[in-house]
């Protein structure tokens, strides 16, 4: 088995804001983060993809596929925009870096066409980074 991991980067805003909170809740527990003005990342993705090469070309998958795949379902979906506003997949959820990495696990897994996807790694930060290896629900 060959893991094959493909790397991007997009910037992208966001708050942590529960409605059903008061207002000293959601500072006590999201902190900044509740500051609903936004404030954004640069985020990092990796994503993983695990096969076997295939005999003829050698690759696990066609790396040219894969760059469209990450450019038209996160590129042109996340890149510049405020999670909370302007990415239908995320509405009614926090944008956590877990949930957007589930999310993001949801719009690629069904779009590889070979091998299968291993692993979705968001870095928000340099120091903080979430892996997903499946849909969580």
Known sequence: MIYLTRKMEFSAAHFYY??????????RVFGKCANRHGHGHN??????????????????LDLAELK????????????HRHLNFEVPELAG????????????????APKIRQ???HRVRLYE?????????????
Do not use: H, K
């Open 68 to 79: 469209q795949l990450l450019e038209r379902e996160i590129t042109d979906r996340f890149d």
């Open 115 to 117: 091998g299968r996807l």
């Open 93 to 108: 959820c926090q944008p956590t870096t877990e949930n957007l990495a589930v999310t993001i696990w949801r719009l690629l």
């Open 18 to 27: 529960n409605p059903e909170w008061s207002e000293e809740q959601n500072q």
């Open 43 to 60: 985020y990092i993705l990796e994503v993983t993809v695990a096969g076997t090469p295939d005999p003829q070309t050698g690759m696990v």
């Open 125 to 137: 930060s340099p120091d903080l980074f979430v892996d997903c290896y499946g849909d969580t629900q």
